[in-house]
Nanobody
């Protein structure tokens, strides 16, 4: 199983980016999918999560600016980020709890995509 993230880049403060992350391989079902970020010198932190049924939760600092969504048919999770701030410069990682076709359930991480917000 692999998670492939994309969509990062350089954006000015106040701008927008959309991240995508697709799971491939021996996936039977995917439960919770989420996005985390890790800024230089800081711990990785949870940004947003979404269940297979579409329930979502966000860290307070991104509420009303970020939107997490998913396409279950494509095994893909998205993160629409609006009104970005320089302090949100970080490597963004996707995460998914996956049940594989050989009945193993575990968390998988994508490789990370860099988001740089210039002031």
């Amino acid at each position: 199983v692999q998670l492939q993230a994309s969509g990062g880049g350089l954006v000015q403060a106040g701008g927008s980016l959309r991240l995508s992350c697709t799971a491939s391989g021996r996936t039977f079902s995917i439960n919770v999918m989420g996005w985390y970020r890790q800024a230089p010198g800081k711990q990785r932190e949870l940004v947003a999560v979404i269940t297979s049924g579409g329930s979502t939760n966000y860290r307070d600092s991104v509420k009303d600016r970020f939107t997490i969504s998913r396409d279950n048919a494509k095994n893909t999770v998205y993160l629409q980020m609006n009104s970005l701030k320089p302090e949100e410069t970080a490597v963004y990682y996707c995460n998914a709890e996956i049940l594989t076709t050989d009945w193993r359930k575990r968390n998988y991480w994508g490789q990370g995509t860099l988001v740089t917000v210039s002031s």
